[in-house]
């Protein structure tokens, strides 16, 4: 709205008395000037509700960042012209392990708190590793409550599991853990100096397991999370003389044996598939079980054969269910 109209006489009416002390004054002029009173007032009325609320009180936004007083405004804009960490009070900041655990909702986010609790999400923080190999505990340092579902938690265990493992976590109390697959944890589900990593369902922690590789006797193994256990033995050199005929090709006379250094779950007889790079050259099994593998070389004719032997097994280290 425009600035208020004033209000300036037009018309001098002590002259006119002067003039004519025995007349009335005039009507018309009178009627005039009253107008133009009336006039001035409205303006000044609307350009007042223009700042003022009903109840008395400045209007919302009526007041700029130019009108504030010139030392507020320079608390506020500092040298930048924007509110800086030194403006605030600490207290309104999230710190590093409220934004990590990511629970609270009445503090504000840096940059750097956002890209920790980003990072809290995508891998879970490790926290402080107690108790025994079978009943863990942990210390998150945020002074939890309760755990709400989908809580991450990570450690480094200083001994290995032997079977059935709880957690507690800020002493909330102890949980089962669960493998993946959802079945109480074997035994070495839970490795020494590696980060192991799980959630909070609401009932159980489930745990994660990097996939460990290792190498006894020859061989190499492979575990994964899920109960699935791959072996590979490579037999470099050999020489294999079928000559005890078996059906219409021959094998060797005595059996050959890999045993496995890291056996299957009971009940679980691994499958086995191998091949030898000599021409026409096949395995033949004579048994297996979750201890050993034993085999022939076998040929479709009665030779002497040499070369490379690979064996593959593949099976269970514990039961998914």
């Given at each position: 709205?425009?600035?208020?109209?004033?209000?300036?006489?037009?018309?001098?009416?002590?002259?006119?008395?002067?003039?004519?002390?025995?007349?009335?004054?005039?009507?018309?002029?009178?009627d005039?000037?009253?107008?133009?009173?009336?006039?001035?007032?409205?303006?000044v009325?609307?350009?007042?509700?223009?700042?003022?609320?009903?109840?008395?009180?400045?209007?919302?936004?009526?007041?700029d960042?130019?009108?504030?007083?010139?030392?507020?405004?320079?608390?506020?804009?500092?040298?930048?012209?924007?509110?800086?960490?030194?403006?605030?009070?600490?207290?309104?900041?999230?710190?590093?392990?409220?934004?990590?655990?990511?629970?609270?909702n009445?503090?504000?986010?840096?940059?750097?708190?956002?890209?920790?609790?980003?990072?809290?999400?995508?891998?879970?923080?490790?926290?402080?590793?107690?108790?025994?190999?079978?009943?863990?505990?942990?210390?998150?340092?945020?002074?939890?409550?309760?755990?709400?579902?989908?809580?991450?938690?990570?450690?480094?265990?200083?001994?290995?599991?032997?079977?059935?493992?709880?957690?507690?976590?800020?002493?909330?109390?102890?949980?089962?853990?669960?493998?993946?697959?959802?079945?109480?944890?074997?035994?070495?589900?839970?490795?020494?100096?590696?980060?192991?990593?799980?959630?909070?369902?609401?009932?159980?922690?489930?745990?994660n397991?990097?996939?460990?590789?290792?190498?006894q006797?020859?061989?190499?193994?492979?575990?994964?999370?899920?109960?699935?256990?791959?072996a590979?033995?490579?037999?470099?050199?050999?020489?294999?003389?079928?000559?005890?005929?078996?059906?219409?090709?021959?094998?060797?006379?005595?059996?050959?044996?890999?045993t496995?250094?890291?056996?299957?779950?009971?009940?679980?007889?691994p499958?086995?598939?191998?091949?030898?790079?000599a021409?026409?050259?096949?395995?033949?099994?004579?048994?297996?079980?979750?201890?050993?593998?034993?085999?022939y070389?076998?040929?479709?004719?009665?030779?002497?054969?040499?070369?490379?032997?690979?064996?593959?097994?593949?099976?269970r280290?514990?039961?998914?269910?």
């Amino acid at each position: 709205m425009p600035n208020p109209s004033s209000y300036t006489p037009a018309y001098s009416f002590d002259g006119y008395q002067a003039v004519n002390p025995d007349d009335p004054l005039p009507a018309a002029e009178l009627d005039n000037e009253l107008a133009n009173i009336s006039s001035a007032i409205v303006s000044v009325r609307g350009a007042l509700l223009d700042i003022r609320a009903s109840d008395g009180s400045l209007v919302n936004g009526i007041v700029d960042f130019d009108a504030l007083d010139p030392d507020v405004a320079e608390t506020i804009r500092r040298e930048t012209g924007s509110v800086t960490v030194l403006d605030l009070s600490p207290t309104v900041f999230a710190s590093q392990a409220q934004a990590q655990a990511g629970i609270v909702n009445d503090k504000i986010m840096t940059p750097l708190r956002t890209r920790e609790a980003i990072d809290a999400r995508t891998l879970p923080p490790t926290y402080t590793y107690g108790g025994t190999a079978n009943a863990i505990t942990l210390t998150t340092g945020l002074s939890l409550t309760s755990l709400p579902v989908g809580f991450p938690i990570g450690f480094v265990a200083s001994s290995a599991n032997t079977g059935n493992t709880t957690i507690n976590v800020d002493g909330l109390g102890a949980v089962q853990c669960l493998t993946v697959t959802g079945v109480s944890l074997p035994s070495g589900y839970i490795r020494t100096g590696r980060v192991t990593y799980g959630r909070w369902n609401g009932t159980n922690f489930i745990l994660n397991r990097d996939v460990q590789y290792f190498e006894q006797s020859g061989a190499k193994y492979w575990r994964f999370e899920d109960g699935r256990q791959e072996a590979i033995l490579e037999l470099s050199g050999i020489t294999a003389t079928s000559t005890t005929a078996l059906g219409s090709s021959f094998r060797e006379a005595s059996a050959r044996v890999w045993t496995f250094a890291s056996g299957f779950a009971f009940s679980t007889t691994p499958s086995v598939s191998g091949c030898m790079d000599a021409s026409l050259t096949i395995i033949v099994t004579q048994s297996s079980s979750t201890a050993e593998y034993l085999f022939y070389v076998s040929t479709f004719t009665s030779r002497t054969v040499s070369g490379n032997l690979t064996l593959q097994a593949v099976g269970r280290w514990y039961n998914p269910a």
